[in-house]
Nanobody
Framework: VQLVDSGGGLVQPGGSLRLSCAVSGSTLNDYAIGWFRQAPGKEREGVLCIRSSDDTTYYGYSVKGRFTISKDNGKNTVYLQMNSLKAEDTAVYYC????????????????WGQGTQVTVSS
């Protein structure tokens, strides 16, 4: 199973980006899919998680109302739409596949994407 992250870049505060996570070697329904991020000098944190059983999605408090996850089963790709970006959203974002969501954090991680850099700055 391979996850390939893409879509990061430099954006001004208040702007938007859409990250992609292309999955190969399995279907999107085989795992709980989530995103983690890690900012310089900070611990890695879970951002959101979508359940494999019914696509229920859980969002972290810092991103709720601004970030949205969606699945395209035909393309076997998960998208993370990020709106109203803030400087504190700056981080490397990783798509992950795991066994289950516990709230907005994905657990029993099986596979990671390589990460994509998001920088929010004027």
């Amino acid at each position: 199973v391979q996850l390939v992250d893409s879509g990061g870049g430099l954006v001004q505060p208040g702007g938007s980006l859409r990250l992609s996570c292309a999955v190969s070697g399995s279907t999107l329904n085989d795992y709980a899919i989530g995103w983690f991020r890690q900012a310089p000098g900070k611990e890695r944190e879970g951002v959101l998680c979508i359940r494999s059983s019914d696509d229920t999605t859980y969002y972290g408090y810092s991103v709720k109302g601004r970030f949205t996850i969606s699945k395209d089963n035909g393309k076997n790709t998960v998208y993370l739409q990020m709106n109203s970006l803030k400087a504190e959203d700056t981080a490397v974002y990783y798509c992950v596949a795991g066994d289950y969501c516990s709230g907005y954090v994905t657990y029993d991680l099986r596979h990671w994407g390589q990460g994509t850099q998001v920088t929010v700055s004027s």
